[in-house]
């Protein structure tokens, strides 16, 4: 339970206040789903978060377009490359996402992207807790 909350209130304070910038902008919220067994449709104990896991969890449609990346760095490269048209509010942002990419690197393993939809896309970050639940960001995208 300590590191469940450990966890949870580090990814929080690195999420506090942050949008992320698609068509539209929109909050970074922390999740929390306790660990699953094979049986249920999540991942083995000690695996990753699977596709079929997270329709599930969220309850997308068996039709709901859903991808799967592990790369976290190019899911965030947008928001955590400086640009040179940055000024200081601007630098402080993409410093505050590097900051999250590194906290979610630190608390959690596996990590993997799941975008579930197309043009409104709710995109989930998801790894696995050292107790052994998962836990991650989300956030919705608009990209046409």
């Known amino acids: 339970m ?3 909350n450990a966890t949870l209130g580090a990814l929080r304070s690195a999420a506090e206040g942050l949008l992320f910038t698609s068509e539209s902008d929109a909050p ?3 999740f929390h789903w306790p660990g699953g067994s094979a049986g249920e449709g999540d991942a083995a104990a000690s ?3 699977t596709a079929a896991a997270v329709r599930k969890r ?3 449609a068996e039709d709901a377009p859903l991808t799967e990346s592990a790369d976290v760095d190019a899911f965030f490269r947008p928001m955590t490359e400086e640009q040179d048209w940055h000024g200081p509010d601007e630098k402080e942002t993409v410093a505050r996402f590097r900051a ?3 906290a ?3 608390s959690l393993t596996d990590l993997r992207v799941f975008r579930v939809g197309e043009i409104d896309i709710d995109a989930y970050v998801v790894g696995r807790a050292k107790d052994g639940d ?3 960001v989300k956030t919705h995208l608009v990209e046409t």
Do not use: F, H, T
Request: proline residues 5%; aromatic residues 4%.
């Open 134 to 136: 998962y836990a991650g």
């Open 104 to 106: 979610l690197k630190d």
């Open 58 to 60: 969220v309850k997308a």
């Open 100 to 102: 999250l990419v590194q």
């Open 28 to 30: 970074l919220e922390v």
């Open 47 to 49: 695996g990753p978060m």
């Open 2 to 4: 300590a590191d469940e």
